[in-house]
Structures are given as C-alpha cells and as structure tokens.
C-alpha cells in the first residue's frame, strides 16, 4: 500500500531545467518516494525461535541450562535477541567462542553488531565484552575488552569462562 500523497500530487512539475526558484522535478522525486514506500510496507516476518548454539573453534558443546535465541525481520533488518546461560563447559574445546544464528549466511550481507547487555560466570576479569559479525557468517564472535584500562580487543577464548558462563544478547542487522 502507497502512502497517502495528495499533497505532492497537488503540486505543479517543473520545466525541466532545474534552475532556481522553479518548482520540483517531480518524476524525479515520485521515483525517490516509490522506493521509501516500499520500505514503509515491507512485510513484516512472524518471529522464530531457535536454540543459541555456543560454539568453540576448538570444537565440542557445552551443556545448557539455558539457550534461547529469537529472530525478526522487518524489511532488511533482522532483529536478534537470546540469552545462553552454561551448566558447563561441557565438551568444549579451547579456542575462540561465537553464536550460531540461523538467519545469518548471506556472503552478500552488510557487517552487524550485536550488544551484550549482561554477562558473567567469567574466569578472566574484562571491561566488557562485545561482538561482531562479519559478511557470510552463520555466527557472531564474541570479543572482550580486558579490565584495568588496557584497550587491547581479542577474541573470548573459552579459558576466560567458567562452568556457570551467562549472557544476554540483542541487537540488529541489515540484510540484502
């Protein structure tokens, strides 16, 4: 469905030459609200639950008390929200540690972040711990900022977490 436009219908096109003080282009401008309209009306998909899934580059699974994820799309956006809290580590392997996001795989898909709002069950001391997810990836990769002023960013490794390791994420991504 197409915005209400009475207004811009309303007003008079211009010559063409696009000089000062004549009116607007509106073929030019009517192509421009087309493609916003079509933005306005995207269809809005029902959400879907999926398991967050914990994965180290070592390999392994822990074990869950706790791993729920839910996902959105509005238009291009993909909204994303869950919480992983561990009984244990399970499993694991060393190595760096992500969230497999099932919507995310799309090699032609903008970068996104994801905010952590809340974590602990950490063995290393951090600042706070952030994410990223790069173009084509099934997952977000967990980053940590160390504490005591360092500014140095490195991949959570799964030696700085504990058996009890808990988290909630959110946040959003543009897609194609």
């Known amino acids: 469905m197409a915005l209400d436009r009475t207004w ?3 007003l008079v096109d211009d010559d063409g030459t696009n000089t000062v003080g004549t009116v607007w ?3 030019q401008i009517d192509a421009l609200l087309d493609s916003v309209d079509a933005e306005f009306t995207a269809t809005i998909a029902p959400p879907s639950n999926f398991g967050a899934v914990l994965p180290s580059t070592g390999g392994g699974t822990p074990l869950y008390v ?11 956006v993909l909204y994303i929200g869950g919480r992983i809290v561990l009984s244990s580590k399970g499993a694991l392997g060393a190595g760096s540690l992500a969230v497999n996001v099932p919507a995310l795989s799309n090699p032609s898909e903008h970068q996104g972040g994801i905010a952590i709002g809340f974590f602990g069950g950490l063995a290393t001391p951090v600042a706070r711990l ?3 997810i790069a173009p084509g990836a099934a997952a977000f990769v967990i980053t940590k900022v160390p504490a005591a002023g360092s500014t140095v960013i490195s ?5 700085d977490i504990t058996n009890g390791f808990d988290f909630i994420f959110g946040g959003c991504y543009l897609t194609t």
Do not use: D, P
């Open 155 to 159: 991949e959570l490794q799964v030696a």
């Open 130 to 132: 952030a994410t990223y």
């Open 8 to 10: 811009f219908n309303a």
């Open 66 to 76: 706790v791993n729920i994820g839910v996902q959105q799309r509005l238009g291009k």
């Open 25 to 27: 282009n509106k073929a």
